[in-house]
């Protein structure tokens, strides 16, 4: 649900609230920000699944001889984004 809200453009997704957009005056003003902020919400969906992907993979490498201190910090990384964006 998105809503305008004194200027904010926010986002509630059930559990919280987050400012996606400052507008600059009204009626909208479509600023570079407002476009990369819409791009970002549209390909959400697609940036989740390929980072669940990517994540499944790491944890495959894990099971592997393969696994470094980097690739810990990256699934530590995508699961923070992961549950950020799921909870």
Do not use: M
Not at 35 to 64: D, G, R
């Amino acid at each position: 649900i998105v809503a305008n809200s004194g200027g904010n453009v926010i986002c509630h997704n059930g559990t919280r609230f987050a400012n996606i957009a400052t507008l600059e005056k009204s009626p909208l003003l479509i600023t570079p920000q407002v476009e990369a902020n819409a791009a970002l919400i549209a390909a959400a969906p697609e940036l989740l699944e390929a980072l669940i992907k990517c994540q499944y993979q790491l944890q495959t490498w894990a099971e592997s001889e393969v696994w470094s201190v980097e690739d810990e910090e990256a699934y530590e990384q995508a699961q923070a984004a992961i549950n950020k964006a799921t909870t």
